[in-house]
T-cell receptor
Framework: KQEVTQIPAALSVPEGENLVLNCSFT??????LQWFRQDPGKGLTSLLL???SQREQTSGRLNASLDKSSGRSTLYIAASQPGDSATYLC?????????WGAGTKLIIKP | DAGVIQSPRHEVTEMGQEVTLRCKPI?????LFWYRQTMMRGLELLIY????????DSGMPEDRFSAKMPNASFSTLKIQPSEPRDSAVYFC?????????????FGEGSRLTVL
C-alpha cells in the first residue's frame, strides 16, 4: 500500500534563504507526482506536476525533482519570500489513486 | 476561466438538517473529485467522477452522504441528516484525465459547521 510522508511537518526560515521540502513515497510504481500549496482558509493550488518519466519540473523560483528509485521528491524554493508562507502538500498518483502527504507548514520570517 | 466554483462558501446548520454543497468544475475537465479536510484526518477523498460517472465512492463515510453529477458542468454533495462530526471543509476539484490524474484544480472550499 502506497504511503506518502512529508518531513518536517513545519519549517521556519528567514526571508531570502533557499530551501528544500521533502516528499517520500514507499512504492516507486507511480504515474506522476504533484506539488500543491494551501494558504489558510483557501483551496489547494497546483504548483508543479512531474510525470513518472521526468526527473524535474521548474516554474519560476520553484524546482521539483523526482527520483522514483529512491522514492523521493523535493521541492526547491529559491530566494524565499514571506509570500511563500503556506502549507505545501505532495500527492502521488499510484494505482490510479492520488495518495496525499500530510503537508509541510512553511513560515518565511521577514 | 473562472476556475472551480463551489457554493456555499460557509454553511452553519443544526444536526439533523440536510446540507447540499455545489460545484461547477472547469469547462473541459472530465474528472471531478470531492474531498473533505479536517485537522485530525487531513485531506480525504470522498468520491471521484469521470465523464459524469462515479468511479470510486469508497471514501463516502456512510449512507448519509450522496453525490451526483447530472452533467459535465455541475455536481452536488448531499449530507442527510447532518451530524456534528461532519463539520469540515469540503473541496471540489477537477482535472482533465482518464485513470491517471491530470493536474488538479481545487475550488475555494465549503466550510460546514454542524451544531
Amino acid at each position: 500500500k502506497q504511503e506518502v510522508t512529508q518531513i518536517p511537518a513545519a519549517l521556519s526560515v528567514p526571508e531570502g534563504e533557499n530551501l528544500v521540502l521533502n516528499c517520500s513515497f514507499t512504492d516507486s510504481a507511480i504515474y506522476n507526482l504533484q506539488w500543491f500549496r494551501q494558504d489558510p482558509g483557501k483551496g489547494l493550488t497546483s504548483l508543479l506536476l512531474i510525470q513518472s518519466s521526468q526527473r524535474e519540473q521548474t516554474s519560476g523560483r520553484l524546482n521539483a525533482s523526482l527520483d522514483k528509485s529512491s522514492g523521493r521528491s523535493t521541492l526547491y524554493i529559491a530566494a524565499s519570500q514571506p509570500g511563500d508562507s503556506a502549507t505545501y502538500l505532495c500527492a502521488v498518483d499510484s494505482n490510479y489513486q492520488l495518495i496525499w502527504g500530510a503537508g509541510t507548514k512553511l513560515i518565511i520570517k521577514p | 476561466d473562472a476556475g472551480v466554483i463551489q457554493s456555499p462558501r460557509h454553511e452553519v446548520t443544526e444536526m439533523g438538517q440536510e446540507v447540499t454543497l455545489r460545484c461547477k468544475p472547469i469547462s473541459g475537465h472530465n474528472s471531478l473529485f470531492w474531498y473533505r479536510q479536517t485537522m485530525m484526518r487531513g485531506l480525504e477523498l470522498l468520491i471521484y467522477f469521470n465523464n459524469n460517472v462515479p468511479i470510486d465512492d469508497s471514501g463516502m463515510p456512510e449512507d448519509r452522504f450522496s453525490a451526483k453529477m447530472p452533467n459535465a458542468s455541475f455536481s452536488t454533495l448531499k449530507i442527510q441528516p447532518s451530524e456534528p462530526r461532519d463539520s469540515a471543509v469540503y473541496f471540489c476539484a477537477s482535472s482533465f484525465g482518464g485513470r491517471v490524474t491530470g493536474e488538479l484544480f481545487f475550488g475555494e472550499g465549503s466550510r460546514l459547521t454542524v451544531l
